[in-house]
């Protein structure tokens, strides 16, 4: 059956990896019998030149209707001075708002052949495959009241509100559950529940939810605080961390840095499930447009490919062609061929085409 991809390429580097990714997707429909329906569409700065908008109603329509999304990046210097509903990133904040992208999947792999490039030591990393499930659309940084208030003594108050709802969590503690049955079956919840009511119930309803329906799953709990060191003490005791936004998008970055780069790092967003029972997902490389070094053509494709690898494994159901990817950049990395950003000594620099053209060959 043939399934509609919309291809989002966006600024900077975002239409150059992708030009790599499309080398990857034309070599699954000629030789895995992959049947897609592409559409490709401009966003961010690209959008804003020709339309005068950040997205166009029309792509985000497309977006609802597609089997899943794959997006580059957005942002732009040359937009920096304008206001904030004409800055190019208000693409991807729009998408994931009206798809409810509400879970955010961001796995921390280190390659062995790139096991030196992390911050931390090799014995601490080698082999680390764990993935970071982020709810997205709640909590604190939505909650209301919010806002800035003059006091009567002329004291200003800025106030956030972390809200959190039975229904909220258990969709994200579902994701985790989910996905830790076909990965090391554990998951981890992270929480402050010694000092906040929203962490209590977060805990108490992935407690009940597991109880419930996940027995078989090997669940345990953390505390933030203790699992941002513990992230960097002994991160290969964690398979799957699920976490509300505030926490995730701390510790996603903390961990991402575990891999050493940036240019490596894949990305999935899941969002509710449709009337036609299939999910609506959007992939992306955990980095954004590279001004400093867009049209160079330098800019490591490998983050952009490995998201399209996850889109196979989880909108597509594509298990076989996902792996068989991640297989290929492994073997091309220990082959020895590096772009700029994984460069250490006495290895090949190369460019992002012959990188992307590598993996195919591979
Ligand atoms: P960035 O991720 O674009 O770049 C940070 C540093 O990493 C730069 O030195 C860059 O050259 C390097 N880098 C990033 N990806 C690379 C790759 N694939 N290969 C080689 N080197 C790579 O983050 P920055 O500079 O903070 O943001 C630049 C623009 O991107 C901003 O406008 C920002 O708002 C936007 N952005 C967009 C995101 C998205 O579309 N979801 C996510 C993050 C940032
Ligand atoms: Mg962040």
New binding site residues.
């Given amino acids: 059956d043939v399934k509609k991809l919309l291809v989002l390429p ?5 239409p150059e ?1 992708m030009r790599e990714v499309a080398k990857v997707v034309q070599w699954m429909q000629t030789h895995r019998g992959l049947k897609l329906d592409i559409a490709e569409e401009l966003v ?1 700065g690209a959008s804003l030149a020709r339309h005068g908008v950040p997205i166009r109603d029309e792509v985000v329509a497309l977006a609802r209707e597609a089997d899943a999304v794959l ?7 040359a937009w ?1 001075h304008v206001g904030f509903d004409k800055r ?2 208000v693409a ?1 904040l729009r998408l994931r708002q009206d798809l409810e992208l509400f879970a955010n999947l961001r796995p921390a792999i280190v390659f062995d052949a790139l096991v030196d490039a992390s911050t931390l030591k090799a014995e601490v990393v080698r082999g680390l495959d764990l993935m970071i499930v982020r709810e997205t659309v709640g909590g604190v940084y939505f909650g209301e009241p919010r806002g800035i208030e003059t006091l009567a003594d002329g004291t200003k108050r800025g106030v956030n509100t972390e809200v959190y709802t039975t229904p909220e969590i258990e969709r994200v503690a579902r994701v985790a559950f989910d996905l830790a049955r076909v990965r090391g079956n554990r998951v981890c919840s992270v929480e402050k529940c010694n000092v906040m009511e929203s962490g209590l119930l977060w805990k108490e309803v992935v407690t009940d939810l597991h109880k419930r329906e996940y027995a078989d799953v090997e669940l345990s709990h953390m505390l933030a605080d203790n699992c941002a060191m513990q992230l960097v003490r002994n991160p290969r005791q964690f398979d799957v961390i699920v976490t509300g936004n505030l926490f995730g998008d701390i510790l996603s970055d903390l961990a991402s840095m575990l891999t050493g ?3 490596m790092l894949p990305s999935a967003t899941l969002g509710g499930e449709r009337a036609d029972g299939r999910r609506h997902a959007l992939y ?10 867009a049209g160079k053509g ?7 490919i490995l998201s399209f690898a996850m889109l196979l494994r989880y909108s597509f159901k594509r298990e076989d062609d996902a792996a068989m990817i991640e297989k290929a950049v492994s073997s091309v990395l220990e082959s020895g061929l590096r ?3 994984i460069m250490s000594d006495g290895k090949a620099q190369v460019s992002t085409s012959v990188m992307g053209d590598a993996i195919v060959n591979e």
């Fill in positions: 966006g600024d900077g580097i975002g990896v961010g997006f580059g990046s957005v942002g732009d210097p920096s190019p990133e991807i780069s940036l240019g992306e490389p955990i980095h954004g447009s590279a001004p400093d070094i330098i800019a490591n494709p490998i983050a952009q772009t700029v950003d």
